[in-house]
């Protein structure tokens, strides 16, 4: 039987929207928004890890577990393995890190990615990706693209465009159709394992040049489990236009 929690990290300051957790979304903080599409996963417990005491307040005025976490950490994943720890899970426990700031993921993207770490044991990790064809996302380095293996393990993480077509780009012409091209969708599901090792994990030299923090465990040795759905997820939540578009999908509601 599939069993998993899925932790919200939820930190306060952010550059581009201040606060972000807390902004309204339909009459209710955004991170409680979140919490809701885990509520619909199937999710065994939910909890919104952050580092903003007003924030484990809005939780619990809204029926939602809440922690208190470290101020100085540098990603999600070390607050949700401060939560691992605090919380005291085994190391089989899956745990999926759904992003504060993603209110409209949808719920079965959360179960997705629980239930493919579920059945592959091999795997500390499962993420997801989506297919893309056109030209502009193969070489958007703000899109990050996967490549897999035969079992649907991932074998690299990139921002630059990958697999690169070599005969076709040399003569000039566009991404062939036989070509697959996998944008990665940032939604993980770890074992509480990973997450007590992932602190003595030393950077990894690629995961520094390109700016992503799974290739800290494909360099460790770390497999990485991918799903692979042919629905993209709706945005998340980074700019005033991000927060105004994901308004008027609640108000439409």
């Known amino acids: 039987m599939l069993s998993f929690k899925v932790v919200i990290p939820a930190r306060f300051a952010s550059t581009r ?8 979304i339909g009459g209710k903080p955004m ?19 952050t580092d903003h005491a007003p924030i484990v307040e809005a939780a619990g ?6 922690c208190m976490t470290r101020t100085d950490h540098v ?21 999926v890190n759904v992003q504060g700031d993603e209110p409209l993921i949808p719920p079965q993207l959360i179960a997705a990615v629980a239930r ?10 499962a993420t997801a990706c989506h297919p893309v064809h056109d030209e502009a996302s193969m070489r958007n380095p703000n899109i990050v693209k996967a490549v897999l293996d035969k079992h649907g393990n991932a074998l690299y993480f990139s921002r630059a465009p990958i697999p690169w077509p070599r005969d076709a780009y040399a003569k000039g012409e566009p ?18 394992s990973f997450l007590k090792a992932y602190g003595q994990l ?15 465990a494909l360099y460790h040795g770390y497999r990485i489990g991918v ?27």
């Open 31 to 49: 991170v409680i928004r979140v919490a809701e599409q885990a509520a619909s996963s199937g999710a065994q417990q939910i909890i919104i890890a």
């Open 116 to 125: 493919h770490l579920h059945e592959h044991t091999d795997c500390a990790i």
């Open 202 to 216: 030393a950077p990894a030299p690629i995961e520094l040049a390109e700016s992503l923090e799974q290739l800290r």
């Open 61 to 66: 005025a809204n029926g939602f577990e809440a």
């Open 75 to 95: 990603s999600g994943t070390d607050r949700i393995a401060e939560v691992c720890m605090q919380q005291g899970w085994p190391d089989d426990t899956i745990v």
């Open 175 to 192: 991404l062939p159709g036989e070509v697959t091209v996998l944008r990665h969708i940032g939604i993980y599901a770890y074992r509480a």
């Open 17 to 24: 929207l201040p606060g972000k957790p807390l902004l309204d």
């Open 227 to 253: 799903t692979v759905t042919h629905d993209a997820p709706p945005s998340g939540v980074d700019t005033e236009q991000d927060l105004l578009n994901a308004r008027r999908i609640f108000e439409s509601r």
